[in-house]
């Protein structure tokens, strides 16, 4: 079974800063998702990495996913309190739903 | 608004109560499940629905039974659970095998006393 490790578990900083959150796995992704999720709300898809070094921009959100599919990159820009939320990647098929989850990071950006 | 209704948002139930959690799906689509979130680990895939029939119990335990009596509607009915189910319980739709996105419910709340 195919277990997701994301990094660090929970970031706090003030907003302007810039961060940058992991998610890695012993075996090799088939595509990997990031989702958000804010308080008192479901998971809300952000990407869909496919490609081996790969990089998506969302704003000020830049994806990468690893060369070897193995581990994938989140990177804010110039945090902003509403960034605030449980960032999770997953790894399935969003066709089937049958998505594994990583623990998730927490972020907290303070104004 | 996601398209994906969840009730009720927040749940108290004894350990020898008899609950049920709607999900309701205005998106048109024709798979449905249920995940489990608690705190300090990875949400966990329940239960999965293609066309009414299910096709994924991920060794959930039989105090969890769900029921899909059409496309739109899902509901998972407690009982006699234990204070260690008290989690956020997410259903979500997707159209199958289109490469379309997964969406999400706002969950409901349980709580096991």
């Known amino acids: 079974t195919q277990l997701l490790e994301q990094s660090p578990q929970f970031l706090s900083i003030q907003e302007g800063e810039n961060l940058t959150v992991y998610c890695n796995s012993s075996?090799?992704?088939?595509?990997l998702q990031w989702y958000r999720q804010e308080p008192g709300e479901g998971p809300v898809l952000l990407v869909t990495?496919?490609?081996?070094?790969e990089v998506k921009k969302l704003k000020r959100l830049t994806f990468q996913f690893g060369d070897a599919r193995k581990d994938s990159s989140l990177h804010i820009t110039a945090a902003q309190p509403g960034d605030t939320g449980l960032y999770l990647c997953a790894s399935g098929s969003s066709n089937t739903g049958k998505l594994i989850f990583g623990q998730g990071t927490t972020l907290q950006v303070k104004p | 608004e996601t398209g994906v209704t969840q009730t009720p948002r927040h749940l108290v139930m004894g350990m020898t109560n008899k609950k049920s959690l709607k999900c309701e799906q205005h998106l048109g689509h024709n798979a449905m499940y249920w995940y489990k979130q608690s705190a300090k680990k990875p949400l966990e895939l329940m239960f999965v629905?293609?066309?009414?029939?299910?096709?994924e119990n991920n060794s959930v335990p039989s105090r969890f039974s769900p029921e899909c009596p059409n496309s739109s509607h899902l509901f998972l009915h407690l009982h006699t659970l234990q204070p260690e189910d008290s989690a956020l319980y997410l259903c979500a739709s997707s159209q199958p095998n289109s490469g379309n996105t997964i969406y999400f419910g706002e969950g409901s709340w349980l709580t096991v006393v």
């Open positions: 990495v496919v490609t081996g070094g």
């Open positions: 075996s090799v992704f088939s595509s």
């Open positions: 629905y293609n066309f009414k029939e299910q096709t």
